[in-house]
């Protein structure tokens, strides 16, 4: 059915999505189990071994039903929109619905595309979206660290790690962060950041935040996953709602042509808009682009 998700959201696929991964992690159940079996009746210099691979399965096991538990939770939702009355709004968002089904309200990923620097930014809530514009107007923040570094900051890291990011992010609630890797190890592809008005998120927090990465690198970031031909992104419900940040790079380059300015500037001046407007900053970017506003 069209839901006006941009072709990404397709029911039948998505429903394979969760079989299979309701079957991988059935699978992963059973080997656990049979370790776990083995490891009551094993010789000692054998226990090690039948236990790691127990933790190993069960670990395997409880990413697969997490991408089970969020990719239906995302299936329900869009059913309920799809049979209300006449559509109203907008179909509900992939990340609305991780962010529901995880129990962290704000969520941001960040996925950095090859080619021309530009960055494809998915939010859960309007909080997301405009401490996320906070990030990429400061040139500082957790989805910008390079290396990536996972973990939860605190309220008085966030501000001495940030100077600038970390005041402006407490002014919009946000007293501290947790942050995830998306992609491997060895190839990082983004990060997954949950936004918490709490200065210091429990380990609990932190460990979901790291499932749903773990979800989002096993199904929309998978290698198998088929690409859209037009942007580049995986054909996954995740980038169904994404901004693409090179439209920024093309709003500060009209900006400067028309204003006689520096990028600097004319960034300062979209912000400022932005912030008029009571918009996010991609959002009056695209509108400059579009020309259906202009900068005074």
């Known amino acids: ?71 239906t939770g995302y299936a329900d939702a869009v059913k309920s929109w799809a049979e209300g009355p006449e559509r109203a709004g907008l179909p509900p968002a992939f990340m609305a619905a991780v962010a529901e089904a995880s129990g962290i309200r704000s969520l941001a990923v960040t996925l950095f595309t090859k080619g021309d620097g530009g960055a494809a930014v998915v939010v859960s809530d309007l909080v997301a979206a405009k401490v996320n514009d906070l990030e990429y107007v400061f040139g500082e923040g957790p989805s910008l660290g390079i290396p990536f570094e996972t973990g939860v ?43 918490r008005p709490e200065p210091e998120p429990d380990a609990e927090i932190a460990r979901s935040t790291k499932v749903v990465a773990d979800v989002l690198t096993d199904t929309a970031l998978h290698p198998g996953t088929r690409l859209d031909v037009e942007d580049g992104l995986p054909v996954h419900p995740l980038f169904g709602d994404s901004d ?53």
């Open 153 to 195: 900051c605190g309220e008085r890291e966030l501000v001495s790690r940030w100077p600038r990011f970390g005041p402006a992010a407490r002014e919009l609630g946000v007293r501290a962060v947790v942050s995830a890797r998306l992609g491997l190890l060895e190839s990082p592809m983004g990060t997954l950041i949950a936004y």
């Open 1 to 71: 059915m069209w839901d006006r998700t941009g072709g990404r959201y397709d029911q039948a696929t998505l429903r394979d999505l969760v079989e299979t991964e309701r079957g991988r992690a059935n699978r992963a159940a059973r080997v656990a189990l049979r370790h776990e079996n083995l490891l009551e009746a094993a010789i000692e210099i054998m226990r090690p071994f039948h236990l790691r691979m127990a933790e190993l399965h069960r670990a395997t096991e409880k990413r697969h039903r997490a991408a089970v538990e969020l990719h």
């Open 244 to 296: 693409l940040r090179v439209v920024v790079h093309q709003a500060t380059g009209m900006v400067m042509t028309t204003h006689h300015c520096t990028a600097t500037d004319a960034l300062a001046l979209i912000r400022a808009h932005a912030y008029s407007l009571d918009e996010s900053v991609i959002e009056v970017a695209r509108m400059i682009v579009n020309r259906t506003t202009a900068l005074n």
